[in-house]
């Protein structure tokens, strides 16, 4: 009897010491176990959702009007009449060829202009006399006083003169011809602004030998003339996409030099083909010009751009970021009584990188994790909710 006892106080006691270590271990085991996961969630709104469509590649800031100028005719370069990035008007003389000798042509031409116009006046005057005289002759043969053979040379004579004045008075004309064709001349050795502009560029120097650009022939302008009061973006568009953008939707322009900022802007031209080139995607070159030009920022001709073309929206529909939906359609749902994450599947709608249209499978005002690709995160675990944000 006393070794039984003796046995079982002995049990007891061990068992107290297990009970003991094991309330020690979990005591420690809670002291140090690892606090839930900080997930930011966000809220299931109403509101509107666009669809648009983004460039492949970068596009590239352009100008609606820009002119890679030369003169008509080659020669050498006497003067220069502006600097770069000097703005012009149109019709403004940009630069002048040398042209000595068409100046002494064009004068030349003029001085044989005011000869023709003396000897014209002469034969005229003697056109008029001979005239006169043959009336007079006409007049004497009626009295009888002359014969007729006289009036007949008379006649004679005023048709010679008149023909006389009609030649002195064609020299004109050609003296008229000759200066238009001198200053055609001189017209070719100077080079206009088309249009009102910037200049962005200008090849060649006081003394050198500028050339024309014929076709076929590539050679430096000797003017780049830019009119900047016009910009638009071209880029270009997946092949994929090219059947949703028209003509005259809205679209969102942002560029890399500018950042922070966006500008409105509406499609003015599609492309009729499908660019092709090698190891790339085939795309659909689209034009977005500026709806407003934006006049207080310092926007160059070349920077890059990115373009966002909306082609479908929706208004008051059920929203989530598009960032919150995982592959397979899915959402990870916050469990507000017992701070669970549960893997919920959705109907998704129209979409965009931001926002994404539910059609079923969320209510208005449930959480779900914004960002479910975090590590550690996925369904079943607890987790702590950071600041609550809602879907923008």
Not at 55 to 81: D, E, F, S, Y
Not at 152 to 157: L, V
Not at 210 to 238: F, H, N, Q, R
């Amino acid at each position: 009897m006393f070794t039984q006892n003796k046995k079982s106080n002995a049990v007891l006691k061990y068992a107290g010491v297990v009970v003991l270590l094991a309330l020690l271990a979990a005591g420690l085991w809670y002291a140090t176990r690892p606090a839930p996961p900080v997930v930011q969630l966000v809220g299931v709104t109403r509101g509107a959702v666009q669809a648009s469509i983004s460039n492949t590649r970068a596009g590239t800031v352009k100008a609606c009007r820009r002119a890679k100028l030369a003169p008509p005719a080659g020669g050498q370069i006497a003067h220069l009449r502006v600097k770069k990035g000097e703005r012009v008007k149109a019709g403004q003389v940009l630069l002048e060829l040398w042209n000595d000798d068409l100046q002494a042509q064009q004068r030349l031409a003029t001085v044989q202009l005011g000869t023709a116009q003396t000897q014209s006046k002469q034969a005229c005057v003697q056109a008029d006399l001979a005239e006169q005289e043959a009336e007079r002759a006409r007049q004497l043969k009626q009295r009888g006083f002359i014969s007729a053979e006289a009036v007949a040379q008379r006649i004679a004579a005023a048709e010679v003169a008149r023909a006389g004045c009609d030649a002195a008075r064609s020299q004109i004309e050609q003296g008229r011809s000759r200066i238009a064709a001198a200053q055609a001349g001189l017209d070719r050795m100077v080079l206009r602004a088309p249009f009102d502009g910037v200049v962005a560029d200008i090849s060649g120097e006081l003394g050198e030998y500028a050339t024309p650009s014929p076709p076929g022939i590539l050679t430096l302008p000797a003017i780049d003339l830019i009119d900047d009061s016009c910009l638009y973006v071209s880029a270009p568009i997946d092949e994929v996409d090219a059947a949703h953008v028209k003509v005259g939707q809205a679209g969102r322009i942002t560029l890399d030099a500018l950042k922070g900022k966006s500008f409105v802007g509406k499609v003015r031209r599609i492309a009729p083909y499908v660019l092709e080139v090698e190891k790339q995607a085939r795309t659909v070159e689209v034009e977005v010009e500026f709806a407003e030009p934006p006049l207080a920022d310092s926007l160059l001709v070349g920077y890059s751009a990115d373009v966002e073309i909306v082609h479908t929206s929706r208004a008051d529909v059920l929203r989530i970021p598009t960032q919150a939906l995982l592959e397979g359609q899915r959402v990870l749902l916050y469990r507000a009584g017992d701070g669970v994450l549960e893997a919920r599947a959705v109907t998704p709608g129209l979409a965009s990188w931001e926002l994404t249209e539910i059609t079923a499978g969320l209510k208005e005002g449930e959480q779900i994790v914004l960002s479910p690709d975090q590590t550690g995160i996925k369904a079943g675990i607890k987790v702590q909710p950071a600041v609550s944000a809602a879907a923008k």
